[in-house]
């Protein structure tokens, strides 16, 4: 069965950080694009960051600086680093899979069941 599965998201205070993982099973995650989203209560579903087959990083400007993707293949798991965490960062956080990096919600043929982050004082 093709599967993404979201891990260690968490409650952490403002500044913070935290990483995410995903990783893949029934698939091979080396052959596509990792894209991240994000979805507050009451909002949009949100693109934040893509990386794709080769490694290459994306970022929406709202994470760009703070946020660093990568990929580990032999592991079927792509990372999320998430520094100096911020009040409306707060949401539940999915990773997707595609053949090439976007940020659009549309083009993602499988998705992990989110996990959430919390970010407050």
């Known amino acids: 069965q093709v599967q993404l599965a979201e891990s260690g998201g968490g409650s952490v205070q403002p500044g913070g950080s935290l990483r995410l993982s995903c990783a893949a099973s029934?698939?091979?995650?080396?052959?596509?694009?990792i894209g991240w989203f994000r979805q507050a209560p009451g909002k949009e579903r949100e693109g934040i960051s893509c990386?794709?087959?080769?490694?290459?990083?994306y970022y929406a400007d709202s994470v760009k600086g703070r946020f660093t993707g990568s990929r580990d293949n032999a592991k079927n798991t792509v990372y999320l680093q998430m520094t100096n965490l911020k009040p409306e960062d707060t949401a539940v956080y999915f990773c997707?899979?595609?053949?090439?990096?976007?940020?659009?919600?549309?083009?993602?043929?499988?998705w992990g069941q989110g996990t959430q982050v919390t970010v407050s004082s």
């Open positions: 997707a899979a595609t053949r090439r990096c976007s940020l659009r919600v549309a083009v993602y043929d499988y």
């Open positions: 029934g698939f091979t995650l080396r052959d596509y694009a």
């Open positions: 990386i794709s087959s080769a490694g290459f990083a």
